[in-house]
Nanobody, 117 residues
Framework: QVQLVESGGGLVQPGGSLKLSCAASGSISSFVTMDWYRQAPGKERELVARIFKNGSPTTYADSVKGRFIISRDNARTTLDLQMNSLKPEDTGVYYC??????????WGQGTQVTVSS
């Protein structure tokens, strides 16, 4: 079983920055990918960034390339998302998720990010 808890969301002005963190606990070592997704009001949940355990290059949605950075702290089993140059369209609930080798996927409860002046 894996538990994921996101933190770091909030209200920020356009052009500002936020750092989201996801604390993972449980049997996290057998993961395939760790991702950040987001869901804007009235829209489907979308993949924002992905990191692979096997060392494959991280991937980003086109809309966040060059502005967001995903990283993982192995020692603390945390997954971070540094978000820079935020835009109003980045507003949404951000979710941390992990895909395990047994095909189970676990989700956190989400953290709200609002970009507004």
């Amino acid at each position: 079983q894996v538990q994921l808890v996101e933190s770091g969301g909030g209200l920020v002005q356009p052009g500002g920055s936020l750092k989201l963190s996801c604390a993972a606990s449980g049997s996290i070592s057998s993961f395939v990918t760790m991702d950040w997704y987001r869901q804007a009001p009235g829209k489907e949940r979308e993949l924002v960034a992905r990191i692979f355990k096997n060392g494959s290059p991280t991937t980003y949605a086109d809309s966040v390339k060059g502005r967001f950075i995903i990283s993982r702290d192995n020692a603390r089993t945390t997954l971070d998302l540094q978000m820079n140059s935020l835009k109003p369209e980045d507003t949404g609930v951000y979710y941390c998720t992990v895909l395990m080798y047994n095909s189970n996927r676990y989700w956190g409860q989400g953290t709200q990010v609002t970009v507004s002046s």
